[in-house]
């Protein structure tokens, strides 16, 4: 009797054993990286541009206060080379979008001076990555940004312009570009990127200068 005690006590642990094994999660499968690789993709985000307190400067006031408008929608187009697990080069073409800015002036008389900003540009960066196991990476960029600024001024109220006054400027200009993301792969082609990214002194001061900042989604493709 104590023989099958024993005997039966050892088939309950064996079955215990075999349940746990059957109940425990499989791995999750490694997501490799192949290297080198061409890809492209596109975005969309939205962004902001960071300008001065005096910009958009009304020529003869003496009092004025300035409305920075809000955030837009911009867009974007990417190319990419992967050389190395943890590094690749990009290029891409992006349209920032058409800011708003007024300045309404007060003082010797009452009205506005009304700014619309369109930034586009190409860029290249060079991209450091650190991937992980479950699809996901992180990585960072550091570039330059060459940007296409013009603007387009008009008035409204008691105040003008002076007569001679660049009512459409336009400027062209290299800056520095840096940026963080995340990715996560959806197949061994495919993934999603979210980015943040950030060009300091943009346009000149004609057509306005200040920090821009976007942040985007989009998908990726690998050859």
Same mark, same amino acid.
């Given at each position: 009797?104590?023989? #099958?005690?024993?005997? &039966? $006590? ?23 990286v192949?290297?080198?690789? =061409? ?8 962004t ?13 006031? %003496? ?6 408008? /809000? ?10 080379? /992967? ?13 920032? &979008?058409?800011?708003?800015?007024? /300045? ?17 540009? =190409?860029? $290249?960066?060079?991209?450091g990555? #650190?991937?992980?196991?479950n ?9 330059? $940004?060459?940007? /296409? ?24 200009? $290299? ?11 959806? %197949?061994?082609?495919?993934s ?11 346009g000149?001061?004609? %057509? ?16």
């Amino acid at each position: 009797m104590r023989q #099958l005690r024993v005997f &039966g $006590l050892a088939l309950a642990c064996a079955g215990a054993a075999h349940a746990q094994q059957q109940a425990a999660p499989k791995p999750a499968p490694v997501m490799a990286v192949a290297v080198p690789h =061409w890809y492209i993709g596109g975005a969309i985000g939205q962004t902001i541009f960071d300008m001065p307190d005096d910009a958009v400067p009304a020529p003869g006031a %003496t009092d004025s206060t300035l409305n920075k408008g /809000r955030n837009n929608t911009g867009y974007k187009a990417f190319a990419g080379y /992967r050389l190395h697990r943890n590094f690749a080069l990009e290029g891409a073409y992006a349209d920032y &979008g058409t800011f708003v800015a007024t /300045r309404s002036v007060t003082a010797p008389v009452s009205g506005d001076l009304n700014a619309k900003i369109r930034i586009r540009g =190409w860029s $290249l960066d060079a991209v450091g990555i #650190l991937p992980f196991n479950n699809g996901f990476s992180v990585f960072g960029k550091l570039g330059g $940004l060459y940007a /296409r600024s013009s603007a387009s001024y008009s008035t409204s109220g008691g105040y003008a312009l002076p007569a001679d006054a660049n009512t459409y400027p336009r400027s062209r200009e $290299l800056a520095f570009k840096y940026g963080i993301g995340l990715a996560y792969a959806l %197949t061994e082609r495919a993934s999603l990127r979210l980015e943040y990214e950030v060009a300091k002194k943009v346009g000149e001061e004609n %057509t306005v200068e200040g920090d821009l900042q976007a942040l985007f989604a989009g998908l990726q493709f690998r050859f």
